[in-house]
């Protein structure tokens, strides 16, 4: 498997402010993933980040609001720009690669954000 | 489009009943996983198990178990003799091999409350 590490492990925001949550994993990975959970609800995929390109996001979501960088095959950023209170969720990270586990995904422990 | 239901969303049981936790999906693939995932209060995300599609056969794994039919396009999972320490959320996801980099959908998770 795969050791993911996810910071910060939690924030409290101000609205209008913009917070990075960095996942950096202790392997190279193919595939990088992040995921948006609302209180008490289920995950929701954001984006695909992609090496060496731009990320690909799902309906619903856009780059100017959370983009993603990923400089390499461990690490990975999300910017969750311009926060509002509803942006208050938990973000995780999670990776899959053929070298560790074919067609399984690790994740992170997570990014507990709180917007005010 | 792949879709994953799950009807409960939250079960109370004593401890040392057997709780089962429905999962029923939609996919046009032919060629598809799924995966049941637990999460705790702490927020992380414990990957149970993962199933293919052509593997019907069910899995026992100490006091967990797995019915997979594909008949009923179901993936249900139950705990025998629950404990107070299995209390979470459990997520059951499908994840389609054509999807590129074989993107999780999530159901909306079923909270297990057991207790003592």
């Known amino acids: 498997s795969a050791v993911i590490s996810q910071k910060p492990s939690r924030d409290i925001c101000q609205r209008g402010t913009s917070l990075t949550i960095q996942c950096q994993v202790d392997?190279?990975?193919?595939?990088m993933f992040w995921y948006r959970q609302q209180p008490g609800q289920s995950l929701t995929l954001i984006a695909t980040?992609?090496?060496?390109?731009?990320?690909?996001?799902e309906s619903g979501f856009v780059i100017d609001k959370f983009p993603i960088s990923r400089p390499n095959l461990t690490f990975s950023t999300l910017t969750v720009s311009n926060m509002s209170p509803e942006d208050s969720s938990i973000y995780l990270c999670?990776?899959?690669?053929?070298?560790?586990?074919?067609?399984?995904?690790?994740f992170g422990p997570g990014t507990r954000l709180t917007v005010l | 489009a792949q879709k994953v239901t799950q009807a409960q969303t939250e079960i109370s049981v004593v401890e040392k009943e057997d709780v089962t936790l429905d999962c029923v999906y939609e996919?046009?693939?032919?060629?598809?996983?799924l995966f049941w995932y637990k999460q705790p209060p702490s927020g992380e995300l414990v990957f149970l198990i993962r199933?293919?599609?052509?593997?019907?056969q069910n899995e026992i794994s100490g006091r967990y178990s797995w019915n997979f039919q594909k008949s009923t396009s179901s993936f249900n999972f139950t705990i025998t003799a629950s404990q107070v320490v299995d209390s979470a959320v459990y997520f059951c996801?499908?994840?389609?091999?054509?999807?590129?980099?074989?993107?999780?959908?999530f159901g909306g998770g079923t909270r297990v409350l057991v207790k003592p």
């Open positions: 980040a992609n090496q060496g390109s731009e990320a690909t996001y």
């Open positions: 392997s190279q990975v193919t595939m």
């Open positions: 999670s990776v899959a690669s053929p070298l560790i586990s074919y067609n399984e995904q690790f």
């Open positions: 996919t046009r693939d032919t060629t598809y996983y």
């Open positions: 199933r293919n599609s052509f593997d019907e």
């Open positions: 996801a499908l994840s389609e091999a054509r999807a590129a980099g074989n993107k999780l959908t």
